[in-house]
């Protein structure tokens, strides 16, 4: 695995935003120096067109002449200027592998220390939250500590990860992976409220007392003694479904 297929090379290694809108002033300037080259040519065909043509069927001069063999020579220098302008892409093509070399080669040390940092980072993040999961599988109430350690650490990784780039194709793995994850939880949560439909439960009064209590172990017992008689056919007719579902939901969560 290389270190390109991870980060984004060029910006990790300084180009950025600042090289790219660089490139397109660049190529603005570009744009404005052939616009002003074809008003200059077409100026100079307009003066063509006024002069006076020659009659045609006149015999060609020596100096025509020599114009004709000036050009066949010009045919003959571009013919070999195309081959040697193939040869200077070859060379540009091999400079842009050594630069990407290099970068790797400057950046491998600096970026593994960084992703150490984040490594450690992460083991004492996931700890913390193990815990605050641990408490709320029982029902209890996250200690402060441990909700202070949690939001500490959290911010640490922020910090760290703002100075990674990740490639592309990096990020389009894990965006992909979070979208998993989410149509997991969306299709999960989707049945409990079907169940819920089904028990007369109306939506606003099922999401009211769902969010937020997730992982408490002890919500069957709670909203099969909420007033009206929807929420206790709601627990007596699906109490397997709500139970496995809701261990979904919690697996989920610890990934």
Known sequence: LLLRDVIDLETTYGGGPDAEIAAEEADAEGDDF???AVETDDDEDDEAETETPEPTGAPASD???EDDDEESDDDSEGEEGEGDGDDEDDDENEQVNVSLSKMEEE???QVLEKFELIAKTYEKLHKAQEQRLVAMNKGETVPAATEKRYAKLKGEMVDLMEDVHLNNFRIEELLDHLTGLNNRLLGLEGKLLRF???CKIKRPD??????GHELDPNWMERVGELPGKGWKAFIERYPDEI?????QVGGVSAE
């Open 34 to 36: 052939e616009a002003a």
């Open 63 to 65: 100096e025509e002449e």
């Open 206 to 211: 099922f999401v009211k007392q769902y969010q």
């Open 196 to 198: 819920a439909d089904r």
């Open 243 to 247: 139970a496995q579902l809701r261990e």
């Open 107 to 109: 950046l491998t040390e």
